[in-house]
């Protein structure tokens, strides 16, 4: 009998079951997942073909606008070599050409086995490479994200921040390769961290490297407002708890707490204060927040020396890390950043660099942008009598507002910094 064509039916679902098994042990390599396919045999295109009462074929399409894209085609082992693959073809383009396509792809595995689409007509495209990406959040979770006010954040985070050359290679080796390659990890013994302390003055930037994290891991990230939650109608600890337990919904996250030190303060004897329980309410939280695979916490402080004693013992946090003030080639960046395009050629920038030495990012903002107002009041309301260039700001103009600025990180606060770092950094 002669094999029969005919568009696809539900009934057809488990001899494409059964094909699709006996394809996957013979080793055949399909591009597209198996609930992409039987997505398309619902809602796109799909072939199915007949020997008799026995299905021995599928060839299945989608279309994009004038695209049309072949998703699957498969012949029984005992049915190969007689056309039905090209016949597929040819059925599967009919039925797509109703939706205005001009052109038909398909996509397959660079094994060598694609002599039924060269005799359809199929042209090999030497120049093309096939990528993809995994979409890290699914629709589910961006809606919680949404809740949560979290969000996935551009993937070149990590490379922006220059220089902390120190500090990058310590979150790279301890966070992000257990955590990206947990399989390798555990070949070697290592357990991804699951809660982390970034500690250093105010103003170091721990925020930005917490982000810079996710952006490297493509994970979400959220972060935690105590001062928002204080208004949940449960209370802080309530909030805080709600929080968490949303979060396990999360495949993947990141959750941030900034200036952890309001929330998790040196409990003080009786009567317990409001802060307390919120306390103890974190230290309860964290053990089961470790407990889910693809989970961090990072927390930040400014002051390590206020967290309670409990917080920062072994089995809740993996890692306590410094984080300090920029090195000379993170206050040029940081410079960079600020100083206009068009003056950035004439300024002296290795001179602001070795000035602004002690300065945090916020401190070297602040100088720029003081140096620009000032040059734009001199521009405009002083005669200029000397040779200086008037119409942008001037290294000078730098060298004084860095010289008006107040560091925000004083020689005491770093020298307690330094101590910090012996006495409970966890690196």
Known sequence: MAVRY??????????????????????????????????????????????????????????????????????????????????????????????????????????GKSGVLEKAGFADLKHLKYFEREVSVSEKEREILTNLGGRVLARDLWDKIAGMKNEKEMLERRLVLPLADSRLAETFGVEP???????????TGKTTFAKAVASRLDWPFIEV???????????????????????????NVVVFIDEVEEIASKRKGDPPSPTQGVTNEL??????????????????????????????????????IPIGLPDEEARRSIWGRYIPATALPNIDLAELVSRSAGFSPADIEYAARKASQRALEQSVYEAQADTNDSSTTATHHYLWAIGDTRRTVSDEIIGEFEQDIKSVGRL
């Open 6 to 111: 005919r568009n696809f039916q539900p009934v057809d679902t488990d001899s494409l079951l059964t094909l699709w098994d006996q394809a996957r042990t013979a080793g055949y390599a399909p591009v597209y997942s198996l609930a992409e396919v039987l997505a398309s045999c619902g809602q796109d295109h799909a072939i199915t073909a007949f020997d008799g009462d026995q299905i021995v074929g599928f060839a299945v399409g989608r279309t994009a606008h004038e695209q049309g894209w072949v998703v699957l085609l498969m012949v029984s082992d005992t049915h190969q070599g007689q056309g039905i693959g090209g016949r597929l073809l040819g059925e599967l383009e009919i039925d797509m050409a109703k939706a205005g396509i001009t052109k038909l792809s398909m996509l397959v595995a660079d094994d």
């Open 225 to 251: 407002f105590p001062s928002r939650l204080a208004g949940d109608s449960s209370g802080l600890a309530g909030g805080l708890r709600e929080v968490f337990n949303t979060v396990n919904d999360l495949e």
């Open 193 to 203: 961290p699951k809660a982390i302390v970034l500690f250093g003055p105010p103003g």
């Open 283 to 320: 230290l309860k939280l964290i053990p089961a927040f470790r407990e889910k695979p693809g989970h961090l916490l990072v927390v930040a402080t400014n002051y390590i020396r206020a967290l309670d004693d409990a917080f920062l013992r072994h089995g809740r946090f993996d890692y306590v």
